[in-house]
T-cell receptor
Framework: ETGVTQSPTHLIKTRGQQVTLRCSSQ?????VSWYQQALGQGPQFIFQ???????GRGNFPPRFSGLQFPNYSSELNVNALELDDSALYLC??????????????FGPGTRLTVL | DQQVKQNSPSLSVQEGRISILNCDYT??????FLWYKKYPAEGPTFLIS?????DKNEDGRFTVFLNKSAKHLSLHIVPSQPGDSAVYFC?????????????FGKGTHLIIQP
């Protein structure tokens, strides 16, 4: 059974650019959530996708957007990058919606640096 | 405004002793609580959880206690082992509104000393 994978591992961008981060969910999982973890902070919920639809969103501006594909893999897109977007971006998958939150499996994350 | 607070950034415990990690929350809508463990360069891994209808949940060396009236939970690890050295995150959720995702604390770095 393959776990959650994320690519790339590290990424450096400049302010104003756009970035796409990718996540492959664990086999059999149809729900994907994205989190942003700034240095010294806990992960902060960005949004969740269930069966290709956005199912919920945290307090992030619209320049953070996402997609989920039929194979349940997912992308996080960030437009007009700002310095404060520098963080570790974590993807988590789970087999179902809220009832199985304890089964959120996290990937290793993508470290984004914005210069 | 931090809805989940872990006020101890780090904790050092001797091997074999009990480790107690604390967490406080402010949102009374939270009804499900989780602890995650994170090693460097890895994503958080689920450790143990507790529903608000319970006050204790035990899994091997790990026990989570929930005091709803005080809005406080704690994770007890006994006996502590060197492999327990990691950052521990407390997280909370409103299962009825699960699409809000998990709300995490800032984490406590647990260091187990030999």
């Amino acid at each position: 059974e393959t776990g959650v994978t994320q690519s790339p591992t590290h990424l450096i961008k400049t302010r104003g650019q756009q970035v796409t981060l990718r996540c492959s969910s664990q086999s059999g999982h149809n729900t994907v959530s994205w989190y942003q973890q700034a240095l010294g902070q806990g992960p902060q919920f960005i949004f969740q996708y269930y069966r290709e639809e956005e199912n919920g969103r945290g307090n992030f501006p619209p320049r953070f957007s996402g997609l989920q594909f039929p194979n349940y893999s997912s992308e996080l897109n960030v437009n007009a990058l700002e310095l404060d977007d520098s963080a570790l971006y974590l993807c988590a998958s789970s087999p179902e919606l809220a009832g199985a939150l304890h089964e959120q499996f996290f990937g290793p994350g993508t470290r984004l640096t914005v210069l | 405004d931090q809805q989940v607070k872990q006020n101890s950034p780090s904790l050092s415990v001797q091997e074999g002793r009990i480790s107690i990690l604390n967490c406080d929350y402010t949102n009374s809508m939270f009804d499900y609580f989780l602890w995650y463990k994170k090693y460097p360069a890895e994503g958080p891994t689920f450790l143990i959880s507790i529903s608000s209808i319970k006050d204790k949940n035990e899994d091997g060396r790990f026990t989570v206690f929930l005091n709803k009236s005080a809005k406080h939970l704690s994770l007890h690890i006994v006996p502590s082992q060197p492999g327990d050295s990691a950052v521990y995150f407390c997280a909370a959720s409103n299962l009825g509104g699960g699409a809000d995702g998990l709300t995490f604390g800032k984490g406590t770095h647990l260091i187990i000393q030999p």
